[in-house]
């Protein structure tokens, strides 16, 4: 076979392997990642042992420790990994309303993200936690903090744009309001066994603070905003207070 034939045939069969093998490393990554968050998320950063991890993934230590050098680094690559998930699933949510959005099928929304949102806070506290004992661990890369926010933010302002409405502040700060409760909600389910249908349930009374915040920080593009809207802010954020403080007295 002349060289000028030879040499393109075997940079093709290169460069095929290549890719095969950067597949195979992603895919190795990918099943690494999600099955750090199935542990953790069950079993806490403290009780995962890498073992925990490459047994649920499917591989072995040697796998683990040619992509991955701690507990703590696998686990920050799957709290961003699910992050963004979280992100696009909410948007997607969102999208699929039919028509203008209202308050009652936002919460359809919140409630099909929760188990997924159920996870993202378990992983994020136990991070969180695992940095306050440990200062010197790696923080999750900010750019990658600020994408997440960017894109609920995104989401957020668009949903009110289609209810008619802006927000008074930033839509980050609006997002941020937003989750704070949302993920508040997911943590007070697991003080309360049974879920009833009034306002000690921590989703009825996450609806009621939805609504006040959506229309107490937003106004309507088109007409003028009502003083009564800002009280209804205070009376929702009123009852989650109390809410909150019996619970911790409770406990």
Known sequence: MCPSTASPTRARAA????ERSLRKRENTRARLVEAAA???ASKGIASTRIDDI???AGFTRGAFYSNYSSVEEVLREAIVARAEFLAHQLREAVEAIEGPPS?????????AIRPEGRTMYILTTEYRLYRMRSPEAEEIPVARREQFSSLVAGTVQDALARMGRHPRVSPETLADVLAAFFLDSIASESDHACQGADDSDPRVLLRHVVEAVIIGLSEPIQGEPRPEDAQRVTRALN?????????EKER
């Open 103 to 111: 308050v009652d099928t936002l919460m359809e929304v919140l409630d």
């Open 54 to 56: 490459v047994k649920k």
């Open 239 to 247: 009852s989650w207070s109390r809410r909150a403080r019996t619970d």
């Open 38 to 40: 199935d542990v953790v």
């Open 15 to 18: 460069g095929r392997s290549r």
